[in-house]
């Protein structure tokens, strides 16, 4: 069992590397440290499914990287959790995406949740991602804000607004008792929204801010020792994958 | 309604684009044609989550350049289904997957249908598949040949009796009333696999080819003008996507 | 496989057999003639659990009579899909009905589908017939324009308004991305509801017109030579069924 | 609330009417009698989908004229529940089929429930069924002793064993907590299976007899005044349906 | 099979033994007769999970001395069932839950059942309990008259009142075909209730009164010799249980 | 967020407080302290639903005493989360069960979990529990040891033998892919596991130990802030509660 932690942080995204001051890492306890990274060639924002396929072979990369650099656990810092399953067959540490941790940590913290994503676009997509999960019957309701993910920076306070709107009718019309931040782009908005919340009369639902809740479970395993079954996630078979040098690691295009 | 049509066959891996000849085209009935293409980089054979995803930026170029050419639909040859759902956000085509498609069908012949693939790797790969269309409850297993998709062809013997043994076990332990080949790479098996059944008692079960059944039900929506749900596959908001200038074919990496 | 096909279309009601020119024959492609019956003895149209029971004698008579005179397939042509499941037993030619059809392509085509039926009365009927074809988790919504069956043809723009109404609704309020007119009295109304929907601003959801479809998807099953299961659908013992000679096709009620 | 009951039970097939003496009346408790009734056309048993689709016409007629008679409740006493719907359309009354009632008492017994059914071509129908009234989750397993209906009679020693072997494998393999009788051709058994069963080493686990059940709580539901729901069951509309005036009980085939 | 039945009520709060004039005994026919009792330590009335986990330990001890003082039935007398699994674990007799009885004889009645409860901090545990049951299928919703338990005797007209209100609701907006009284402190309500509804235009929608329905199931099985699975509920291993020798009712805290 | 934490394990049974020095404390990183606690009444152990009855009052005022003491966060140390809903609603910090938290980690680790559990009377109780937390569908299968919970620690080698064996038949036979100790008793025994597990050619199935791996996400949870949903464990509404001073923790039996 380490005595220190890394934990890398990749944000599947062209030109959009977290600042690893942005990252709660005094939260982690003591001990533990942070790496971040962005993606090369993929979309700028993720919005549909054509960002989602497109963000993932450099998740693959980056994901293959931060294990050959001694990273204790890798967390895909995006709702969509672009390239998850993949992932996992890659490495044997543990890799775990922000949408699948945040919305079981959300399942455990009470009845029903509902996820405030950015545009009306991702509904469907979020819905269909916790059924994917298991967690189908567990959702509340999918809501959006209405701003694309590029925007969501220009006004803070609109963008709260919106959420609290959202979140107010995910509570009172659609019967959530948890709300999960649907955007890693929304970072840090918890505990406003949470505020925000408690002057509509609303003070008895938690907010669930993905990357930070995912990155103390990714501590949490990798303390533990557990990590992904490769059972599930096998090591793929060695054949020709053309193109796909940089994914796999190595010189040439196979995974032993 | 045109009285003739184009389908597109794209088979997502290397350097194994179906020949013409082995499509059963006769048998869709006059008026229509098929054509075929292979992708650029990708695997050699899918066969886990990192071929999957690596198959999908090759795939939706393919798919993007066959509805360029003038396809009236477009079949993705392959039971993982690879970039089915960002290639229907590319186009307004009818875009099929041999999984969705044939899965859907055999749930229409019977009350619960086994899917044989090729090896224990894919098993809770396709039960994951099946959940995801919502036919989860309609799936009686499971079941791998133990053979890789490059060596399908190696003993055809061989695989047909491997075929005929798994087969018999779903009908008899798992309960399956209908049989699905679970790897394209099978294809102009089924006949032979009832015929080997029948030797064996089960006279009852059909035996579902998933190319041609699937290439059946896209020339079926091409002609009656349906096709998939633009508010499910809404088209792409524009962004930058670098590097996947081929897939959006177009000069920027922007789709409008 | 046959060049030619003959699909035969029972519609299961007293005195609206179809005319043969209302079915849209030529969207088939070459090849296809389509023939039509209604049943003897049975209601005038189907709006209750009462109805559907008393059509399926009837129907089965007319799936019968339309195997011995060499149909290539049949289809139920009422949502209700009476008699399916016996006719099934009767034949080993394929059987479609409109409702599992129509759903199961709808369920292809996008996230979620809703149903737009007749009569209030028939919305749980409707519910529990996408439950049983194990399509619960994707249906929508039904809705009802309030208009009974025979009443459908006396004001086609009163009946389109109120397409359009519900449609709306199921679009906006329940999250449908795919419509399916829901009773086969609505023949040849998807294009013109598709053009209501766009006027007010909906472009985005196709209808699925059940007859059509259910036609396209039986000449896909007849030319690629697969059938329902006849382990789901074995053949009756024979037995004393007296009083229903008819059905049976026989001299004596029994059936080999 | 009347002081005595009168429940009537429809056999759905012909010449099979139960001898009242078979009936296990007083076991209902004072005031309670029974009257019974088989159908005229239709199946001599019910082994497939046509022959419960042929015993519904009957069945209807049945119910109508027993209601007619003043009946307090009617049990169809077969384990298809063949015309349960309708004939609830038809009438006030409870109306029970014997399938959906053992079902839900089963259900309130233990944890899940398996079935011991008559031949395995009924194995999927029952499965079916148990998921239509919402029970798919409580079902264990389906089983059959592989004998005909009308041989059910012919060596009660030989069904006994059967069943105790099929009841036996239920538990131990399927994880049955509580079994059911699969016919009501079965009737008076549940004793000497349970018994049989003792004697096997497994004293733990309920057998329900469909018909006393059924009749307990059709008497506990007259007594109570509740009945079905008539927004689900709802008055059939007027309308011609020819051929079926002894369904309707009128002169003219209506229903007001 | 006894001619006459005991049956035993418990109702699992301090102070507030339902008054056996109380109970609708003539209406279980002749030869019922009834008991009751309250708890000595417990919760006054039950509207979280702290008074149902503190109502058990009482509830426990009343039904061991009901089963021991030759009760054919024990019936918990309370819409969250407390204690109703250990309690069958400590006796053969048949012990019923009001809530899991109605629920399940509610969903034989009719398409999806509503409940009517007490406070909105029980909706999601009735929709949780519901669903444990197997039947969170078949639940349309559970809507809250805003009254905590021992308010609901203070104002019958405000009660009813509110009752209807959120009955109308639940049909008209949630879909609901049959009403549940959602609290055991309603009793009696019922035909006022479908009264109420029918002068606000719904008169096809049943009222399931909780207590009398689950005496008259009581009263079935009692009399059908049936029982719960011993299986699922076994006679607990003998073991210290200190400080529980009244619920175990010996003189050593052990079960045989 | 406090730079240590204090968290509080409660084993729920009477006699057995956990030893601090068997907590793996040091594993949960720097700044982390355990305390723990046995109940006063109760069961010696947990084995069925009155054992986990019986437990609940006990453990309800055991957390009731760790959050009045400053614990940061209670984790209660059986696999029957006894009085987990009723403790949360008594207090604010994150109280957890090792149930809950090790099923929703498995299924964040693989497609399917298996519980290995004590005895067969708890297997249909463990699918129920795992039922009740919306993971009924990621549940491969409970498996017995066959060995009381008191006797666990007579012979490890036995029960890591046990253990083995029936932990390789829930992979090959039952299809799972990730293994939970069923029982806190076995604490420490997940390494054995696994070994022995890699010796019989198993070497890809995580074995997640409950005790750590709901500390460590006790500790992220309390570290995040984030807590239980206050709207789904409502703080109890003033009230007598007769018998139950100590659970309340002070001196009236009401809960403000």
Same mark, same amino acid.
Request: glycine letters at 10%.
């Given at each position: ?92 540490? *543990? ?6 941790? =945040? ?10 949740? =509902? ?32 701003? *694309? ?74 303390? #533990?020792?557990? =990590? ?13 994958? #053309? ?14």
């Amino acid at each position: 069992m380490p005595s220190s932690l890394t934990l890398h942080v990749v944000t599947p995204v062209t030109g959009m590397s977290l600042p690893p001051a942005a990252v709660p890492t005094a939260a982690l306890g003591p001990g533990v440290s942070v790496t971040c990274s962005a993606i090369g060639d993929g979309p700028a924002s993720i919005e549909c499914e054509l960002d989602q396929a497109l963000a993932v072979p450099g998740t693959l990369a980056a994901v293959s990287a931060a294990a050959r650099a001694g990273a204790d656990a890798v967390v895909i810092n995006c709702m969509g959790d672009p390239g998850l399953d993949a992932a996992r067959e890659l490495t044997s540490i *543990p890799v775990l995406g922000t949408a699948q941790t =945040s919305m079981h940590v959300a399942a455990m913290l009470g009845h029903r949740f =509902s996820i405030l994503t950015v545009v009306d676009q991702l509904i469907h997509v979020d819905e269909a991602k916790a059924a994917s999960y298991g967690l189908g019957g567990r959702l509340a309701s999918v809501r959006s804000v209405g701003i *694309p993910v590029l925007d969501l920076g220009a006004d803070t306070g609109h963008l709260l607004a919106a959420l609290t709107e959202q979140g107010l009718h995910a509570v009172r019309d659609d019967g959530a008792h948890v709300l999960v931040l649907g955007c890693t782009g929304m970072l840090g908005l918890a505990a406003d929204l949470a505020t925000a919340l408690v002057h509509q009369g609303v003070s008895d639902v938690p907010v669930v801010d993905p990357l930070p809740v995912t990155l103390h479970v990714a501590a949490a395993l990798a303390r #533990s020792g557990v =990590s992904h079954s490769k059972r599930t996630y096998p090591c793929p078979p060695a054949k020709p994958r #053309s193109g796909y040098e940089a994914v796999l690691g190595a010189s040439s295009a196979r995974v032993a």
